[in-house]
Protein backbone atom coordinates (compact mmCIF):
# COMPACT_ATOMS: atom_id res chain seq x y z
CA UNK A 1 0.00 0.00 0.00
CA UNK A 2 1.62 3.29 -1.39
CA UNK A 3 1.16 5.66 1.64
CA UNK A 4 0.96 9.03 0.72
CA UNK A 5 3.03 11.69 2.79
CA UNK A 6 0.85 14.53 3.80
CA UNK A 7 2.27 17.44 1.58
CA UNK A 8 1.60 15.34 -1.03
CA UNK A 9 -2.03 13.69 -0.11
CA UNK A 10 -4.17 16.55 -1.74
CA UNK A 11 -2.31 16.56 -5.24
CA UNK A 12 -2.03 12.66 -5.23
CA UNK A 13 -5.94 12.34 -4.32
CA UNK A 14 -7.18 15.17 -6.49
CA UNK A 15 -4.60 13.80 -9.82
CA UNK A 16 -6.19 10.27 -9.33
CA UNK A 17 -8.12 9.51 -13.03
CA UNK A 18 -11.47 10.16 -11.18
CA UNK A 19 -14.17 10.34 -14.23
CA UNK A 20 -15.66 7.48 -15.36
CA UNK A 21 -14.02 5.18 -12.64
CA UNK A 22 -16.03 2.87 -10.75
CA UNK A 23 -16.72 2.46 -7.72
CA UNK A 24 -17.22 -1.00 -6.63
CA UNK A 25 -17.09 -1.68 -2.68
CA UNK A 26 -17.42 0.81 0.38
CA UNK A 27 -16.47 -0.42 3.72
CA UNK A 28 -16.23 1.59 7.22
CA UNK A 29 -14.05 -0.46 9.38
CA UNK A 30 -14.70 0.12 13.22
CA UNK A 31 -13.76 -2.62 14.77
CA UNK A 32 -11.34 -1.23 17.42
CA UNK A 33 -12.82 2.32 17.53
CA UNK A 34 -11.03 5.35 18.58
CA UNK A 35 -7.59 3.29 17.64
CA UNK A 36 -9.04 2.13 14.05
CA UNK A 37 -11.46 4.14 12.62
CA UNK A 38 -11.11 3.57 8.60
CA UNK A 39 -12.83 4.04 5.02
CA UNK A 40 -11.73 1.49 2.45
CA UNK A 41 -13.00 2.12 -1.27
CA UNK A 42 -12.69 -0.35 -3.94
CA UNK A 43 -12.49 1.19 -7.79
CA UNK A 44 -11.97 0.04 -11.08
CA UNK A 45 -10.24 2.91 -13.14
CA UNK A 46 -11.05 3.90 -16.56
CA UNK A 47 -8.23 2.07 -17.94
CA UNK A 48 -9.09 -1.29 -16.51
CA UNK A 49 -6.65 -0.94 -13.84
CA UNK A 50 -8.13 -1.68 -9.66
CA UNK A 51 -7.35 0.06 -6.82
CA UNK A 52 -8.28 -0.10 -3.07
CA UNK A 53 -8.00 3.24 -1.45
CA UNK A 54 -7.24 3.48 2.46
CA UNK A 55 -8.64 6.11 4.48
CA UNK A 56 -7.48 6.24 8.14
CA UNK A 57 -7.49 8.27 10.91
CA UNK A 58 -10.70 8.75 10.35
CA UNK A 59 -13.15 11.56 12.32
CA UNK A 60 -16.12 11.46 10.19
CA UNK A 61 -17.80 10.10 6.87
CA UNK A 62 -21.45 11.18 5.22
CA UNK A 63 -22.87 9.76 2.41
CA UNK A 64 -26.17 10.25 0.18
CA UNK A 65 -26.44 7.63 -1.88
CA UNK A 66 -29.16 6.74 -4.24
CA UNK A 67 -29.94 3.32 -4.89
CA UNK A 68 -32.46 1.12 -7.37
CA UNK A 69 -30.14 2.60 -10.76
CA UNK A 70 -29.44 -0.63 -12.46
CA UNK A 71 -25.80 1.07 -13.54
CA UNK A 72 -22.66 0.84 -12.74
CA UNK A 73 -21.58 3.23 -10.01
CA UNK A 74 -19.39 5.53 -12.30
CA UNK A 75 -17.50 8.56 -10.44
CA UNK A 76 -17.92 11.90 -12.36
CA UNK A 77 -15.41 13.57 -10.01
CA UNK A 78 -13.33 13.21 -6.70
CA UNK A 79 -10.76 16.10 -4.64
CA UNK A 80 -10.17 17.37 -1.45
CA UNK A 81 -12.48 20.22 -0.18
CA UNK A 82 -10.39 22.86 1.93
CA UNK A 83 -13.56 24.86 2.79
CA UNK A 84 -16.12 22.12 3.87
CA UNK A 85 -18.48 23.52 7.05
CA UNK A 86 -18.28 19.98 8.48
CA UNK A 87 -14.48 19.65 8.43
CA UNK A 88 -14.20 22.98 9.77
CA UNK A 89 -16.99 21.72 12.72
CA UNK A 90 -15.00 18.58 13.62
CA UNK A 91 -11.78 20.82 13.86
CA UNK A 92 -13.83 22.92 16.63
CA UNK A 93 -15.20 20.44 18.08
CA UNK A 94 -11.96 19.03 18.63
CA UNK A 95 -9.79 21.96 19.92
CA UNK A 96 -11.22 22.61 23.00
CA UNK A 97 -10.00 18.75 23.96
CA UNK A 98 -6.39 19.37 22.67
CA UNK A 99 -6.59 17.47 19.59
CA UNK A 100 -4.91 18.92 16.57
CA UNK A 101 -6.81 18.29 13.37
CA UNK A 102 -5.25 20.43 11.39
CA UNK A 103 -3.85 17.42 9.03
CA UNK A 104 -7.91 16.76 8.42
CA UNK A 105 -8.76 16.36 4.91
CA UNK A 106 -12.13 16.10 3.53
CA UNK A 107 -12.36 13.91 0.26
CA UNK A 108 -15.55 14.39 -1.09
CA UNK A 109 -16.67 11.44 -4.82
CA UNK A 110 -19.60 12.47 -6.89
CA UNK A 111 -21.08 9.87 -8.84
CA UNK A 112 -22.42 10.51 -12.35
CA UNK A 113 -24.97 7.47 -12.00
CA UNK A 114 -26.84 7.68 -9.57
CA UNK A 115 -25.62 11.66 -8.42
CA UNK A 116 -24.64 9.87 -4.79
CA UNK A 117 -22.00 12.04 -2.74
CA UNK A 118 -19.31 10.86 -0.32
CA UNK A 119 -17.78 12.64 2.00
CA UNK A 120 -14.82 11.21 3.93
CA UNK A 121 -12.61 13.20 6.77
CA UNK A 122 -9.60 11.25 7.31
CA UNK A 123 -5.75 12.13 8.65
CA UNK A 124 -4.29 9.65 6.07
CA UNK A 125 -5.03 8.31 2.53
CA UNK A 126 -3.05 5.61 0.82
CA UNK A 127 -3.80 3.58 -1.89
CA UNK A 128 -2.94 -0.23 -3.02
CA UNK A 129 -3.24 -1.45 -6.91
CA UNK A 130 -5.08 -4.47 -6.71
CA UNK A 131 -4.85 -7.21 -9.60
CA UNK A 132 -7.59 -10.22 -9.84
CA UNK A 133 -5.51 -12.36 -7.03
CA UNK A 134 -6.51 -9.59 -4.80
CA UNK A 135 -10.47 -10.00 -5.73
CA UNK A 136 -10.88 -13.16 -5.16
Known amino acids: MTRCPTNT ?5 DSLPWHDAEL ?6 RRDPGACDE ?7 PDGGRAALLFRNCYGFTAE ?4 VIAKEQIAAASTI ?7 SLRGRWKPLGVSLDLLR ?5 TSSTGSVIRIYAMEFAIKQLSQIDLK
Open 9 to 13: ITTTF
Open 24 to 29: QELTIN
Open 39 to 45: VRLQVVW
Open 65 to 68: MNFG
Open 82 to 88: QDDPYLT
Open 106 to 110: CYRIE
